[in-house]
């Protein structure tokens, strides 16, 4: 049976399958999904982050002794949080920074530059901050920015 401009079935279908080899061999080398793969690394990684934080408070409220009580600030209290909660991060790869913990969460996503993510520590779990701390409008959750070198 012959199809549009003579050729038959066999024929039409070798074109299309030798269209997708192309297509599946070719492509690749024409996109480069390294920037969006590593962004969803970071993200990834700021996630794991976010988890070990939850599994620390739980920990901190049940008494349990693997109770991380982080009572520092800043960019020292996610740098804390990354060697207590996930000492394999590869530091050379990622760097920390913070956001004021003063700032309101809904507003920690417009401090991110591309690619970079936000994880938080919850701090002062066991050991309170003073009335000082508490009355300038800090939160015991420091906002942390992840992203890469």
Known sequence: MLYAGGFTL???VAVIVL?????A??????IDLQPEAEEASTRAQAAALISQDTIN?????SGSS???DITTTGTQACDEAIDE????LDRSVFTVSNIDSNTPAEQWASQLDDGAAVFWVTRFLLTPPSDAWLGQGW???QP???SRN
Do not use: N, S, Y
């Open 10 to 12: 066999v024929e039409v």
């Open 139 to 141: 939160d015991v959750r």
């Open 85 to 88: 909660f996930f000492p394999h």
């Open 19 to 23: 269209l997708g080899l192309l297509a």
């Open 144 to 146: 942390c920015v992840l």
């Open 25 to 30: 061999v070719a492509l690749p080398r024409f």
């Open 66 to 68: 693997d109770c991380v």
């Open 57 to 61: 408070v739980a920990a901190c409220r």
